[in-house]
């Protein structure tokens, strides 16, 4: 029987620069995967405070009038790399099609790798606060490999080398550009309803008032939300520390859980290609301002 922290042992005897895709899969979905999704929505949901981001993604619509969509797509491409690799014809094809809707748009490389930072440095600073356990430090080095890799298939300039460049990288570029755009405001008004939606309707008010009370107060300010009491920040994290101490009590997971069967996923009962995620931007539809084309699948990265 595999015991509580088997699995840390298993990874701490890989190379986090050689087998760096094996630490991030087995940390990911097996270690944390509830824990992972969350903060990778976090992740996803602090650019919108970068107003050049926000701005984009509210003129897009994709967040503001297709949240769901827009959510299942970037889970399952991401995913599709998580579960086969950068290395095989899933792998590349998610990439290449991460790829061509990037390349739709004028996003800066500064952006690009601000939200790739986002990936690395978000799940950490979570489960440091609400993980059964903090990462270790091969789990750290092979988060930032794992995105260096990422980053270079995507063509992002300067990416981060070790996971303290990229916090390094990601609390200047913060503390820089956050701040107010109506349009950012509106895309994460649209977040926080898709996450209400995910629950029956009584409930939607209260996911709403939990997920605001975990923001820090750059996001809140950002946002203009007003910040949440003192009552409703102890209670959601503290209700998130006690699943915590009783997930470290579990037994650990037996098998992988993919982003792929989280229920938050909606769109796709019957199945998807993942040549067909995503969005296949058109010259003269809002908010594409540079001519697209539909990729085969054959097509180079």
Not at 99 to 114: A, F, G, K, P, V
Not at 179 to 196: K, Y
Not at 230 to 253: C, D, M, N
């Amino acid at each position: 029987m595999v015991k509580r922290y088997d699995r840390l042992k298993e990874i701490q005897r890989l190379d986090p620069e050689r087998d760096f895709l094996e630490i991030y899969r087995l940390t990911v979905t097996h270690e944390f995967p509830w824990d992972i999704t969350r903060a990778l929505e976090l992740a996803l949901y602090r650019t919108y405070a970068v107003p050049s981001i926000g701005r984009l993604l509210d003129e897009t619509a994709e967040l503001t009038e297709r949240s769901q969509k827009r959510y299942d797509d970037t889970a399952l491409l991401l995913d599709t790399v998580v579960e086969h690799g950068f290395d095989t014809d899933g792998g590349r094809t998610a990439v290449r099609r991460i790829n061509h809707m990037h390349r739709s748009y004028d996003i800066s490389n500064d952006d690009m790798r601000y939200v790739l930072c986002t990936f690395v440095v978000t799940p950490k600073r979570w489960l440091d606060g609400f993980g059964w356990r903090r990462l270790c430090c091969h789990e750290r080095r092979a988060f930032a490999a794992y995105y260096r890799t990422l980053g270079a298939r995507m063509g992002i300039k300067d990416v981060p080398e070790t996971y303290e460049d990229f916090e390094r990288t990601l609390d200047a570029y913060e503390d820089e550009h956050f701040g107010w755009d109506e349009g950012g405001r509106r895309v994460s008004d649209a977040t926080l309803a898709l996450m209400g939606s995910w629950y029956p309707a009584p409930l939607a008010p209260l996911v709403r008032g939990a997920s605001l009370a975990l923001l820090d107060d750059s996001l809140l300010r950002a946002f203009r939300y007003p910040r949440p009491g003192p009552v409703a920040r102890g209670v959601t994290r503290g209700a998130l520390r006690l699943r915590a101490r009783a997930v470290r009590l579990l037994p650990p997971r037996r098998t992988p859980h993919y982003a792929r069967q989280n229920p938050e996923i909606k769109g796709y009962p019957n199945g998807y290609e993942i040549a067909e995620l995503g969005t296949f931007p058109t010259p003269g539809i809002r908010g594409c301002p540079v001519p697209g084309r539909r990729p085969s699948q054959s097509s180079a990265e």
